[in-house]
């Protein structure tokens, strides 16, 4: 299972998130996934998300569009960080 997916399941266990908020969140974290090439949101570097979210307003994405996977991409990374996360398993 991937950080993305476990971070996914984290939002739906500990905060009870609804479906539809899971779904946009999973959309938003492959939208900027696409965005990021072959660089994963957990390995991709500073220059790399910059590149990737400024790519998404210059397609025509709204600062709000462009700021949900970003702050995505900010959780899953934080989740990761901490120690006993239950994401920390798929850190390498």
Wanted: hydrophobic letters at 45%; one cysteine or more; a positive charge.
């Amino acid at each position: 299972m991937t950080a993305e997916a476990r971070w996914l399941d984290h939002l739906a266990a500990e905060r009870g998130l609804a479906v539809h908020s899971l779904a946009a969140y999973g959309r938003d974290l492959k939208i900027l996934q696409a965005s990021l090439g072959d660089r994963s949101l957990v390995t991709a570097g500073y220059d790399d998300l910059t590149v990737a979210l400024r790519g998404l307003r210059a397609a025509g994405r709204s600062p709000r569009s462009v700021a949900r996977p970003a702050i995505g991409c900010c959780s899953v990374r934080c989740l990761l960080a901490r120690p006993h996360s239950i994401c920390a398993s798929t850190q390498a």
